[in-house]
């Protein structure tokens, strides 16, 4: 079983950076599929970026050229840069794991969720 823990939230000006990280237990950390979600209130779930056991990444389309998703298997944590934040980001950031490898932008295929670190982004 995998566990994973968030953090790196917090208060953040508009266009302002912040960095989230996911440690992850278990030792075949590098043979899985890692992904970052978000949930604005009200509003829900959404995929925002993905990173393959293999290296290859993908993002939601918004978040292109400013966020950047990566991974240090000898640390077991992956990471989400966020640059040039904006207000609608704003949201509670998840973490999941598909040990199956079939991670993708549908997070029904994810087996393994954090419980989330709030980003805020004041205007």
């Known amino acids: 079983q995998v566990q994973l823990v968030e953090s790196g939230g917090g208060l953040v000006q508009a266009g302002g950076s912040l960095r989230l990280s996911c440690a992850a237990s278990g030792r075949t950390f590098s043979s899985i599929d890692m992904g970052w979600f978000r949930q604005a209130p009200g509003k829900e779930r959404e995929f925002v970026a993905g990173?393959?056991?293999?290296?290859?990444?993908y993002y939601l389309d918004s978040v292109k050229g400013r966020f950047t998703i990566s991974r240090d298997n000898a640390k077991n944590t992956v990471y989400l840069q966020m640059n040039s934040l904006k207000p609608e980001d704003a949201a509670v950031y998840y973490c999941?794991?598909?040990?199956?490898?079939?991670?993708?932008?549908?997070?029904?295929?994810?087996?393994?969720w954090g419980q989330g670190t709030q980003v805020t982004v004041s205007s």
């Open positions: 999941a794991a598909d040990r199956l490898r079939r991670g993708s932008r549908a997070e029904g295929l994810y087996n393994y």
């Open positions: 990173i393959k056991w293999s290296g290859s990444t």
